[in-house]
Nanobody
Framework: QVQLVESGGGLVQAGGSLRLACQAS????????VSWYRQAPGKAREFVCR????????SYAAAVKDRFIISRDNAKNTVYLEMSSLKPEDTAVYYC??????????WGQGTQVTVSS
């Protein structure tokens, strides 16, 4: 399975922006569907957004649509999550997930995002 490493988390004020990165260990990251999930304290992990292979179709949870943008740079084996207009309720550990046929699901270790009011 592919190894994933997230980075870019931190503390930001409400209304601010952050960019998260998910870098893969393998050179075939372009073949994976990649998703971001998040888990706030005391809550279940929830889907944030996803980008597919091929045409790079994206999908977003309603809570982040029009504020977050997922993109990929296959040459760098990296998927990005641009987060803007951040709200305190966006505070969570953000996880990268990768999937491809025949290989199952891989998760990163997570990166903390804290939005202060």
């Amino acid at each position: 399975q592919v190894q994933l490493v997230e980075s870019g988390g931190g503390l930001v004020q409400a209304g601010g922006s952050l960019r998260l990165a998910c870098q893969a260990s393998k050179g075939t990251f372009s073949l994976y569907w990649v998703s971001w999930y998040r888990q706030a304290p005391g809550k279940a992990r929830e889907f944030v957004c996803r980008i597919t292979t091929n045409d790079g179709t994206t999908s977003y949870a309603a809570a982040v649509k029009d504020r977050f943008i997922i993109s990929r740079d296959n040459a760098k084996n990296t998927v990005y999550l641009e987060m803007s207009s951040l709200k305190p309720e966006d505070t969570a550990v953000y996880y990268c997930q990768a999937w491809r046929v025949g290989e199952g699901i891989s998760w990163g270790q997570g990166t903390q995002v804290t939005v202060s009011s």
